[in-house]
């Protein structure tokens, strides 16, 4: 900040910052020790169907057991193993975590309908060359059918996106693998190209149900949140909005036709047996 303002005259110390620069630089240091040593873990937060309740699936947020920063969120060291490419080995971790747990959710629930899960994928991730390849194995190894699967993937790492960026997506597509597009509404692209991408799922980003929160709630936003989810319809997409946090904003979103929702009204990002819980609740009414 003092650089940027002072221009190339003062360098004023900013002890916060210095901090925040050498946490940073520990962090990425430590990260494939960590990923050896068993220091990452998974939270299951639980998609619920808005017209009738029920789970329907979860989506795997990861987190960082660090023995001496304690618990760390995804946002503080996902952008550093993006930096280092180790996000690759530990979203394949990830990946290989989640489909299994998918699998034992399954067999204890039998007589539950479909469960799927999802996972979230980095953009590196996509221009790995072994990502169809690996999503593959780890879904035969599991023996998990690839329409149990759901990866997300932000509406800003699709845009602009050429074809060679696409086709390991189609290929999953094809497979029967879901994509999701995450954050949707942040990221200003045309919703025009929608029909370009192998997507059929659109996640509303919290920023739209955070709006749903006043009441009245503001009726352009009312009408944006309308607008998308019958165009996203019309293109046989399913709507699943992200960060509802009161059973108004949930009431709002399924009369606005959302499909699918997930926030800390339903439940926060947990371990994998309060989803089992979830269902139980679920089974007997
Ligand atoms: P995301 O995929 O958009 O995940 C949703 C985030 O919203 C999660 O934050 C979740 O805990 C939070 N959330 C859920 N419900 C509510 C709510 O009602 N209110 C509020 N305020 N927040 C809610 P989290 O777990 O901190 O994850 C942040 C981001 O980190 C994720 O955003 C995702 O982009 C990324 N991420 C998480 N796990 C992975 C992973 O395994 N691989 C990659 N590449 N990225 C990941
Ligand atoms: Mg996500
Ligand atoms: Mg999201
Ligand atoms: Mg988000």
């Given at each position: 900040r003092a650089k940027s303002a002072g221009g190339n005259r003062f360098e004023l110390a900013d002890p916060e910052a210095d901090a925040r620069a050498i946490t940073r630089h520990g962090l990425t240091t430590a990260l494939p020790a960590a990923l050896e040593r068993g220091e990452f873990f998974i939270e299951y937060q639980p998609l619920v169907h808005?017209?009738?309740?029920?789970?329907?699936g979860a989506e795997a947020l990861v987190r960082w057991l660090h023995p001496q920063h304690g618990v760390l969120g995804p946002d503080r060291f996902i952008p550093l193993a993006e930096h280092t490419g180790l996000i690759v080995p530990l979203g394949r971790w990830v990946l290989e975590q989640s489909v299994r747990q998918a699998r034992a959710w399954r067999e204890r629930n039998a007589d539950a309908g479909p469960f799927r899960i999802n996972v979230n994928l980095s953009p590196c991730q996509l221009t790995h060359p072994g990502l169809v390849q690996d999503t593959v194995e780890i879904l035969e190894r599991a023996g998990v059918?690839?329409?149990a699967l759901c990866l997300e993937v932000t509406e800003s790492a699709l845009i602009g996106a050429d074809d060679d960026l696409l086709k390991p997506l189609r290929r999953l597509a094809e497979m029967g693998v879901d994509i999701a597009l995450d954050d949707?509404?942040?990221?200003?692209?045309?919703?025009?190209?929608?029909?370009?991408?192998?997507?059929?799922?659109l996640k509303l980003d919290r920023s739209f149900t955070q709006s749903m929160q006043?009441?009245?709630?503001?009726p352009v936003d009312l009408k944006i949140v309308e607008g998308i989810v019958s165009l996203a319809h019309s293109l046989d997409l399913t709507v699943t909005v992200e960060g509802v946090e009161t059973g108004a904003q949930a009431e709002q979103l399924r009369i606005l036709g959302c499909d699918t929702a997930q926030g800390w009204y339903y439940a926060r990002p947990g371990p994998p047996e309060r989803l089992h819980e979830l269902a139980l609740v679920d089974a007997t009414g």
């Amino acid at each position: 900040r003092a650089k940027s303002a002072g221009g190339n005259r003062f360098e004023l110390a900013d002890p916060e910052a210095d901090a925040r620069a050498i946490t940073r630089h520990g962090l990425t240091t430590a990260l494939p020790a960590a990923l050896e040593r068993g220091e990452f873990f998974i939270e299951y937060q639980p998609l619920v169907h808005l017209g009738d309740g029920s789970v329907r699936g979860a989506e795997a947020l990861v987190r960082w057991l660090h023995p001496q920063h304690g618990v760390l969120g995804p946002d503080r060291f996902i952008p550093l193993a993006e930096h280092t490419g180790l996000i690759v080995p530990l979203g394949r971790w990830v990946l290989e975590q989640s489909v299994r747990q998918a699998r034992a959710w399954r067999e204890r629930n039998a007589d539950a309908g479909p469960f799927r899960i999802n996972v979230n994928l980095s953009p590196c991730q996509l221009t790995h060359p072994g990502l169809v390849q690996d999503t593959v194995e780890i879904l035969e190894r599991a023996g998990v059918q690839p329409d149990a699967l759901c990866l997300e993937v932000t509406e800003s790492a699709l845009i602009g996106a050429d074809d060679d960026l696409l086709k390991p997506l189609r290929r999953l597509a094809e497979m029967g693998v879901d994509i999701a597009l995450d954050d949707f509404g942040t990221g200003y692209s045309n919703l025009a190209n929608l029909r370009r991408l192998p997507v059929s799922i659109l996640k509303l980003d919290r920023s739209f149900t955070q709006s749903m929160q006043r009441f009245p709630a503001d009726p352009v936003d009312l009408k944006i949140v309308e607008g998308i989810v019958s165009l996203a319809h019309s293109l046989d997409l399913t709507v699943t909005v992200e960060g509802v946090e009161t059973g108004a904003q949930a009431e709002q979103l399924r009369i606005l036709g959302c499909d699918t929702a997930q926030g800390w009204y339903y439940a926060r990002p947990g371990p994998p047996e309060r989803l089992h819980e979830l269902a139980l609740v679920d089974a007997t009414g």
